[in-house]
């Protein structure tokens, strides 16, 4: 059974940093492109970024290319997402996600399995 644990959360000031962390077991990490996603109030589900499973291919919303960068560590099974120059408009609960295969993409749909999510608060 997969799963996967997202920590890191937390509240900061605009212009702040964060790192995320997701922590997954129950497969074969190094077969699957990773993804993160966020969802703030009254807002849908944005896919925020996606990381191949060798970790040489990366893809980010517009809206956080810049300020986000995506990791991984195949040897821990865990994927990053450092924050930097974070905005009130940041916020939102982030999530990480199994991708179906190696190259990942940006749609949720091919994603199979969900972390329960870490809250991220950015305050003017």
């Known amino acids: 059974q997969v799963q996967l644990v997202e920590s890191g959360g937390g509240l900061v000031q605009a212009g702040g940093s964060l790192r995320l962390s997701c922590a997954a077991s129950?497969?074969?990490?190094?077969?699957?492109?990773m993804g993160w996603f966020r969802h703030a109030p009254g807002k849908g589900r944005e896919f925020v970024a996606v990381?191949?499973?060798?970790?040489?291919?990366?893809d980010y919303a517009d809206s956080v290319k810049g300020r986000f960068t995506v990791s991984r560590d195949n040897a821990k099974n865990t994927v990053y997402l450092r924050m930097n120059s974070l905005k009130p408009e940041d916020t939102a609960v982030y999530y990480c996600a199994v991708h179906s295969n190696g190259y990942g993409s940006r749609w949720s749909a091919n994603f199979g399995s969900w972390g329960q999510g870490t809250q991220v608060t950015v305050s003017s």
């Open positions: 129950g497969l074969t990490f190094s077969s699957y492109a």
């Open positions: 990381i191949s499973r060798s970790g040489i291919n990366t």
